[in-house]
């Protein structure tokens, strides 16, 4: 199939992939009165004397917000925040169908962060979560931590932290198909973007000691152009002070991450690796090196974005479960303990027998996956007191 001739067809027919959908009779003067006036008259005024019931009276407690500025959508980079509508709508639609959360699709025009910032605060009100999607680095970061800041529901950048999740739990039991421990480690990422930067975060919070992140400029370290966000990284990172490039910190590695470009990785670097090397070449949709060059080159355990391969690494696994968590227990952030608690559910749901070099990661349609993240999500989020109920 011609997946992008057909999708366009398809959506062409579709007219988009959601719609508003009444949970309540308007067919009579009574059910008019109880859903609209004069009956609406008192769930407001309960609103107004308990702030806390605006999560019980409406549908607030179900509802995400999926927003982007349309500056970074899909690998296509700043194609505007009305051409990432489709790709907004599709985030919606996996929610409710992986989560069975209601989620709506805000495509903000600016590229001004105070003014996203503004605007998501002010409309915050009539939300349980809002999912950040496709917003472009360094800028993302600020707007995260900005909104975290001022706002007292979960504030989640998928492509951070969705993927750090993900590829935390990969290697979690890509680690358990080699026989090698996570402290032990030395592990590359290429690409110091905002999922770069999250997922060397996330895997160093899962106990990796022995990290290297490079960019186009080359292996982080001091001497070389950096934003803000890669500076910090650079001073937690690279403990042996290396420089270099990617061929470079590859040698003698026990794991590459790759969120950066198209076969930027040759057969020739997977060699210099240390024996039974993992690689995940996650550039989609055409990865930094072929799965089956990979292999030839002695790969153990190759996990890359794509359907179409074993280990697809997909954020699909974490972000509905998660928010799923986070809204039954009316959660006011997402914090680092929910994602770790989130990572060590994924990789636990494939059992020892299961567990194969082709087989580190649930199926996303597994039906397990979704109610597993959910509910270490929920039990981290009332351990680490952000829950509210």
């Known amino acids: 199939m011609n997946y992008a001739e057909e999708s366009l067809r398809l959506h062409g027919e579709w007219k988009g992939k959601i719609e508003v959908i009444s949970r309540v009779p308007v067919k009579s003067k009574d059910d008019l009165s109880l859903a609209y006036t004069p009956g609406v008259a008192q769930p407001c005024l309960e609103i107004q004397k308990d702030y806390d019931k605006s999560f019980t009276l409406t549908r607030r407690s179900n509802l995400v917000a999926v927003i982007t500025d349309g500056t970074a959508v899909l690998g296509l980079g700043d194609i505007g925040p009305e051409a990432g509508m489709p790709v907004m709508e599709g985030k919606c639609a996996l929610f409710k169908a992986f989560g069975d959360v209601d989620a709506f699709p805000i495509c903000i025009r600016s590229k001004d962060v105070d003014e996203i910032v503004r605007t998501i605060y002010l409309i915050s009100g009539s939300f349980g979560g809002i999912n950040l999607e ?47 421990k996570i402290e032990d480690v030395k592990v590359v990422i290429n690409g110091a973007g905002s999922a770069g930067i999250a997922i060397g975060r996330h895997i160093m919070d899962l106990g990796v000691k022995h990290l290297k992140m490079v960019d186009r400029n080359g292996i982080l370290c001091e001497g070389i152009e950096m934003n803000p966000a890669q500076a910090e990284m650079a001073a937690i990172t690279n403990p042996e002070k290396f420089s270099g490039k990617l061929a470079d910190a590859l040698k003698g590695a026990d794991a590459f991450i790759g969120v950066s470009a198209p076969h930027i990785v040759s057969k020739e670097m997977i060699a210099s690796m240390a024996p039974g090397p993992i690689v995940f070449p996650m550039a989609n949709p055409t990865p930094e090196i072929e799965p089956d060059e990979a292999l030839e080159a002695g790969a153990a355990v190759v996990g890359t974005g794509r359907s179409d391969h074993p280990n697809q690494i997909n954020n699909v696994l974490v972000f509905p479960g998660l928010f799923r968590g986070a809204l039954d227990v009316r959660a006011r952030d997402i914090n680092q303990d929910m994602k770790l608690a989130a990572s060590h559910a994924l990789a636990e749901l494939v059992s020892a027998d299961e567990l194969s070099d082709k087989y580190i990661l649930p199926a996303a349609f597994d039906p397990r996956v979704g109610p597993a993240v959910a509910k270490a999500v929920a039990q981290a989020a009332r351990e680490s007191g952000v829950a509210r109920i």
Not at 134 to 145: G, K, L, N
Not at 148 to 170: R, S, W
Request: charge should be negative.
């Open 134 to 180: 496709d917003i472009a680095a360094p800028r993302c970061f600020e707007i995260e931590r900005k909104l975290k800041e001022i706002c007292d529901i979960p504030i989640f950048h998928d492509d951070q932290h969705g993927t750090a999740i993900v590829v935390g739990a990969a290697l979690l039991n890509a680690l358990r198909v080699v026989g090698k």
